[in-house]
């Protein structure tokens, strides 16, 4: 959301959250939030954008053409800048094709048939202002579906490339934004967005060998044939498709059981893949602290690179195993929902300033991190996420963070007193007044 309807919180602040779609529900829940917007913003608890087509149009036949066995043929696009919410300026339609429709109708459902909307439809991408080399075209075959079918939302597919053979590992994850699972607007913004945010990323040279996100191969055009008989069409339509790096491991998710109120309860056995081998991983609560302590180092190094994450959510975290027994490798796959700063219409700059990444005790708290409840002990209060923040990045090796340390005081010094933790405390404190 633009800045200026939430002068209550800050970009990336910590204790009420301090996210924009936080501050947006937090206007919602106060019966604050501008007209404006109440029907710009995808609902954000609507992960795969069920909606209704108004259409009784067979499209079984559609989502065939994403079976296992077969081959896809992809060319490279620009997707327009990220636009549809409000923190985004508009597309201009000059530098764009095709036009986008007015912002009332970015979300709207026309009436009649789907199948008719998305064959007439188009992605919209960036108009070239130079001549262009021929694009190289990537031909992949799909070995596996890991989410999509009919159910609404992309197809999610493991692809094995078979052209080109430099430049791209073996296999692929290839997530393709098929307008028949969503609608044709926010199949635009979503691919978008998602498309700059792992683009910027990719390119970003803040963030060092340690990334949270899988390495992005860019956004490709699919020729899909219009074969639904109800339409009586023929010829292609075209769909558009991350192509990012597969990554072989289990969502946070997927390792938990999940209660009736929907909080994670942690795992009793080991995780373990069959890869390469069988890779197991310990999941006591240590392992579980140190697997979170690699995904808030991997959150602020891009904070302090310009991008935001406005959702949270133990699915759309990947853990898998490395060469190194006790080290999994731990990432984030989903960016729909994320926020570039500079393309921002009033960009916040917040860490424009700092030399390294911020402290994760100024971004974390127990309300912030609340979806992976269970992950980290349930019965955590503030001062003991706290405590474990300073604790855990302190000094820690993979800094240096801003600031270097943080030194508590007040109710967090008193339990750590308590705790029998204020011995190194008063040494670090003691270190501090004799630097200066």
Known sequence: MDRDFYPELAWGGRRGGGVLMEAHDYLREAGRLPAALKNMEPNPDDDDDDLDSGTDDDIDAEFEHYDPGNTLYLEPYDPCEPYGVEAYPW??????????????????????SLTREVYDWKPTRKIA?????????????????????????PQVLVCKVEEPSEGFPECVVVKICDPLGYNTSRTDIHVCCEAATFDFLEKSPLLGDRR????????????????????????????????????????????????????LRSPTSPARWYSNGTHTLQM?????????????????????????????????????????????????????????????????????????????????????????????????????????????????????????????????????????????????????????
């Not at 060469?323 to 984030?332: G, I, Q, T």
Request: hydrophobic share 35%.
């Open 91 to 112: 597309p201009n339609n000059n530098d764009i094709e095709p036009a986008i429709v007015t912002k009332n109708m970015c979300y709207a459902q026309e009436e009649g």
């Open 129 to 153: 202002t130079t001549p262009r080399s021929e694009p190289t075209k990537l031909v992949v075959k799909i070995q596996d579906m890991l989410a999509g079918g009919e159910t609404p939302g």
């Open 212 to 263: 949270l996100a899988p390495k992005f191969y860019g956004a490709y055009i699919l020729k899909v044939p219009k074969i639904n008989p109800t339409v009586g069409e023929s010829g292609t339509r075209e769909v558009p498709a991350l192509v990012m790096e597969q990554i072989q491991g289990k969502s946070m998710l997927a390792m938990c059981a999940v209660n009736d109120t929907g909080v």
């Open 284 to 436: 006591d609560e240590e392992t579980r602290l140190e697997v979170l302590k690699i995904f808030l180092d991997g959150y602020v190094r891009q904070l302090f690179a310009g991008v935001e994450q406005r959702r949270i959510e133990p699915k759309h975290i990947l853990i898998a195993p490395t060469e190194k027994k006790n080290e999994p490798r731990v990432a984030l796959i989903h960016y729909r929902d994320s926020l570039i700063d500079s393309k921002h219409k009033k960009p916040l700059k917040m860490y424009e300033d700092y030399e390294h990444p911020p402290h994760s005790f100024t971004k974390f708290s127990c309300q912030k991190l609340r979806t992976l409840t269970g992950w980290f002990p349930m019965k955590w209060k503030d001062i003991d996420m706290d405590i474990w923040l300073i604790e855990s990045f302190n000094d820690d090796e993979r800094g240096p963070y801003q600031p270097s340390k943080i030194i508590p005081d007040g109710a967090i010094l008193e339990e750590m007193e308590k705790r029998g933790k204020i011995v190194k405390v008063k040494a670090e404190r003691l270190s501090e007044e004799e630097s200066k």
